[in-house]
């Protein structure tokens, strides 16, 4: 076995039939760990490099086996819930092995690039037909750095087509060595407020910018698809949606597309024992259409939104 | 947000109609939604006409050769049943009242008709029949006392050794179906059936009569066989021949008196035309496409007068027997594609409103909502293996998509060189949502026969017919139907040392032993396969006694006369002797096939190797249903499951096909027959599980089994990828004795939407094509319509589903199918 294929990261989850991430169907491998920490993120159990222990409580049939099993007498389970005593849990998931109903669950697990590429490569049939592949996302796959560019590497040597979904803040070198293994590239443009965009992900934008650069310029080629997700009360205003589009057609993205704000990660947050940060804002739909429409004007490749 | 509910055409139409908007298909189909409107929501009527006709027939003509009474029988229905044209329709010919209607074969089970009918009266079911007290009388008194002691089922009944017996039914009249070992040859004179339909079309029934006669003046006087077989069969052929022309000039007739009558021009023209094409087909070779669509809708109608095919007389490869005519009449400019799509729209629409209705407990069960599936196959290869996809084919496709019925069912013929445009029409026609049309896979079927005996040539030309079976018009023989394998009861005789839950301490299978004495899997697996091979061997006599029975009960001088080998040989297709050159394709099905996969799995994961859970508590935990014992059904639904691409249950799945397939691979061939494996449910999910305990799947007692071969409900979770790859790493592909296999797929709407998801659907159905499966079919719904419908089944009416090899109105099934089709897991992406 090659030294990429024993390589070992953290993966919280692997999607097969992904079909809106990249060309034909693909497979999303899902790194665990990410240096922003967006308000409206969808996947909150993306956010830690560590695995998380998490609790559904549709799916608990409160027998108590997790409070029992539990070594550092960190649980315990009433009418209002599990609660756990962060600062004793060891992270042994010995209360995930013994819950019969998978009520207690981690979220994140570690795992070598040759066993994942085996996974991936069970759909290659697909991809043939397709045109699909691997997509690696997260979580911020270039977070673990030398994991996500084992994974592009192995996935290469076996002939599978490449995507990597980035927030693009990392070192400049680490994006470039990705961007040089990747037949696809998508990266999300937030906003191009500098300060606004540290407030609301913890992050500066401008690394992110840069690396877009960079990384159109030493790979012209590379297909490039840019996204900005269209989020209530942070950039759905005609001049944030204006400024990005134009961003995005100066540096010459093939396609741009709008996504729209949803919740669909709040049950997470609640698994995890935490609050949602963006409580009831919603996006209004009429809005979004006309952002849609601006975004088309300016960059007449851009994508229609998916209903 | 509506960002995660996109909305199938199918589900778009039936908001818009709720929502007083009319259907968008409407102004290009006015003519099919005319008609429709006049039955749309009717239950279906019951006519004993045809039950009558037959039985005062058979009344006269007792103590003569079999296929000859039967086409004297065909002669009196031709003669004297009421004719119908319908409104606005341009085909004639129907076999029964206006309306949507079933119609009465005595000679299956008229001994019981009367009762079955006045129950039947009685049922509140999801899809009532209505019959009215003049029909129940004629029953009683005219149909009942006559076949009293003369049917087929209680030939059946009387036959069967009986050990089988008490497999098959809860009743010594053998009415019950025990859905352990059941057989369905007692409701149905032929399995599904398929006529030679291009013989009718290009010959007529003159041709064919000129050729029965040529052969009956050529008869050897002297030979003794010759005179007491051969001139029978062939004086059958040439009064069925005379039968069906006698139908259509009645027919030609009608029409003239009613355009006599008619005040509007158009439609006294649609009339006269209606009655030139009458007088001239099926008699006659058809001389444009209208006249060949007549000839074919006459043939078909009139197969269903002669004999009960289980619901099935198919279309066979309609783009191919039509394509001659419609080529020239569409180049001479006697017809547009406009035109040649309204005769299509009149052909469905009848067969739309002729329901095959069950008088059995088993036969309503395993078929629910009115199935019939008159399958239309187009694409596919031709004779001599080149693609056959061709326009027509195409425009089949687009008037499906455009029709707001279930009937007909579509099948499509995939192979490696299916063009790309054909399968995105196709992908196209699955996205509207009303589950059709299902794909068969060349790939797969033909390399599969010819390992079976299959001639090239025909092999190439094979169709649909009925729901994932294929037939080869001219070579296949066996119409005898088949019988159905209680997987899930193997399973708990083993638990149960050879009893069911459900029957107590009657013993049913074998006596394998009380499972807390067996020491390692093995043992247990040992057990299985004994309880399994007992089940095998017990369809297998039900089969031959079938098949053997059948030849004394039914002819078929229609269907024969549109067979060469039975022209050739002179013997009715019904016949149990082996007709010349025929290949004799037969089935058992086993039900409830990835129920006993992922139990097989729990059993080995948790019992034998994790031990996490004792075998004593098992035993417990399904006898009290999983009462008091949740913890250890979830432990339990933990194990691998059948449809993820996990070898670990996927190679259980691998060695139960197969020791099913060593079974068959033995014991065919001593029975003539080959009887091989079908892993296709139809509905019969629903009883055969309704039969059984908890299971270590952690399915409750009288839950659904999974169906056909897909995975269990809720139970691929990895997506449809890797559970069509679950379905190709089970099949063992060094036995010739499977036979077809079911796989369902659900789809919400969102992630086949756009462009985008067309052109993925297609590359799925290549992976489908490469991985040489049989059959795949698609329901492309949202879980909120379906639960929506069962809440208001009113304005749901229209809702249309896949069920199994067929589609039909959602609210006309039971809440238990409705709720086994909610509970499969629909595939969406993230």
Redesign the interface.
Known sequence: MSANALEKGVVFNI??????DGP??RT?VFLKGCPLRCRWCSNPESQRAAPDIAWNHTLC?G?Q?CVQVCPQHALSLDSQGLHKDHAHCIGCAACVHIC???AMFRYGGESCVGDILDDVE??S??YA????GLTLSGGEPLFQPQFALALLREAQERHIHRAMESCACCPEETFLAAAELLNYLLVDVKSLNAEKHQAFTGQSNERILSNIQKVRQAFPDLKLHLRTPVIPGFNDTEKEIAAIAGFARDVGAHVYELL???K?GESKYRFLGKDYPMGDA??D?TSFSSLQALAGRILPSSL?R?? | MSCCCALSPQEKILQDKAAGKDNPNRSKHERLFDILETFDGMAPIIDADRALLFTQSMKETEGQPLELRWAKALMNIARHIPVHIDYRQLLAGRCGTTGRYGILYPELDGDFMADALDALAEAKTAAPISVSPDVAAKVRHEITPYWKGKTFHEDLNRSLPPEVHRLAYNDELGIKTRFVVSENASYRSSQQWVLDYAKVIDRGFAGIKADAQARLDALDPLSPMDTLKKRPFLEAVIITCDAIVVWAHRHAELARSMASEEKDPVRREELLQIAERCERVPEFPARNFREAVQAQWFAQMFSRLEQRTGTIISNGRMDQYFYRLYKQDIESGAITDDEVLEMLDCMWVGMAQFTDISLSPGGLATQEGYAHWEAVTIGGQTRDGKDATNELSYLILKSRQASPMPYPDLATRIHSRSPQRFLWEIAETIKVGQGYPKLFNDEEIIPLHLAKGAPLGDIFDYTASGCAEIRMPNRDTMTSSCGQVNLGAALEMVLRNGRMKKYGEELIGLETGDPRTFTCWEDFWQAYLRQLDHLLAASYVEQCVIHHTRARHFAGPLASCLHDLCMASCMDLHTDEKIPGGIDLGFVDIIGFATLVDSLSAVKKCVYEEHSVGMDELLRALDDDFEGHEALRLRLTRAPKFGNNDMYADSIGLAVDRAAQEYCHKYAPETGLHIDIRTVSVTANVPHGKEVGALPCGRKAWMPFSDGSSPAQGADLKGPTQSIISNYNTKNWDYNERAARLLNIKFSPKCLEGDAGTEKLVSFIRVFCDLKLWHLQFNVINRDTLLAAQADPKRYRNLIIRIAGYSAYFTELSRDLQNDLISRTEQTSI
């Open positions: 999607q097969k039939y992904s079909v809106h034909g169907i999303i049939i027998c086996s019969p109903a998978a069970k759909d049939l697909f037909r397709s045109g699909g729209p704000y949803h669909m919603a996006l739909e229609e998916r209903e």
